[in-house]
Nanobody, 117 residues
Framework: VQLVESGGGLVQAGGSLRLSCAAS????????MGWFRQAPGKERELVAT???????SYADSVTGRFTISRDKSKNTLHLQMNSLKPEDTAMYYC????????????WGQGTQVTVSA
């Protein structure tokens, strides 16, 4: 499974960005997908997940500002980020949960999001 993120960039506080992740390869065992982020000097954290059936969940810090969505027909995952804050600055990673492995076993290379004050 290959995951390729896009859509990161530099934005002012209060602005918006839309991240995308394209999945390819042997995706038959993929169920949930998610977005994670890691800021310099901090541990990676979960941002949002979406199940195979479309149920979503969010970290408290992004609830109400971020929206995760998935187009299974196109094998794509998106993260709409609104009302961005400087503390959202991080490398954002797309990940896929592999039912054969029982964990988020596939990761993209990441896309940088920088929010200026």
């Amino acid at each position: 499974v290959q995951l390729v993120e896009s859509g990161g960039g530099l934005v002012q506080a209060g602005g918006s960005l839309r991240l995308s992740c394209a999945a390819s390869g042997s995706i038959f065992s993929i169920s949930a997908m998610g977005w994670f982020r890691q800021a310099p000097g901090k541990e990676r954290e979960l941002v949002a997940t979406i199940s195979d059936g479309g149920s979503s969940s969010y970290a408290d810090s992004v609830t109400g500002r971020f929206t995760i969505s998935r187009d299974k027909s196109k094998n794509t995952l998106h993260l709409q980020m609104n009302s961005l804050k400087p503390e959202d600055t991080a490398m954002y990673y797309c990940a896929a949960y592999d039912e054969l492995v029982g964990e988020y076993a596939h990761w993209g290379q990441g896309t940088q999001v920088t929010v200026s004050a």
